[in-house]
Nanobody, 123 residues
Framework: QVQLVESGGGLVQAGGSLRLSCAAS????????MGWFRQAPGKEREFVAA????????YYADSVKGRLTISRDNAKNTMYLQMNSLKPEDTAVYYC????????????????WGQGTQVTVSS
């Protein structure tokens, strides 16, 4: 089992940057595919980015390509989301998730979830 804790959220002006972290417990972190999702008020949870267990493959939603970068450090049991050129529409609660089997962009296929961290981008 994996426990996930997100951090790094906050309030930033449009055009600014934030780096989210997702710290994982457990010795098998390096074998899990990981992902970031977000949920804005009144909207469904949506895929943001995903990364394979090795970090060799990454996937992004079209809306964040070129602005957000997913990465992981298996030695530190931590995944990151570097967020640059932030826009007000990026405002949401951001969640990290882990899946022991597949790289996937589908939320329902992830087994473990963090509690979320709020990102607010002001215009």
């Amino acid at each position: 089992q994996v426990q996930l804790v997100e951090s790094g959220g906050g309030l930033v002006q449009a055009g600014g940057s934030l780096r989210l972290s997702c710290a994982a417990s457990g010795r098998t972190f390096s074998s899990y595919a990981m992902g970031w999702f977000r949920q804005a008020p009144g909207k469904e949870r949506e895929f943001v980015a995903a990364i394979s267990w090795s970090g060799g493959s990454t996937y992004y939603a079209d809306s964040v390509k070129g602005r957000l970068t997913i990465s992981r450090d298996n030695a530190k049991n931590t995944m990151y989301l570097q967020m640059n050129s932030l826009k007000p529409e990026d405002t949401a609660v951001y969640y990290c998730a882990a899946d022991p089997l597949l790289d996937t962009i589908v939320a329902d296929e992830y087994d473990y979830w963090g509690q979320g961290t709020q990102v607010t981008v002001s215009s």
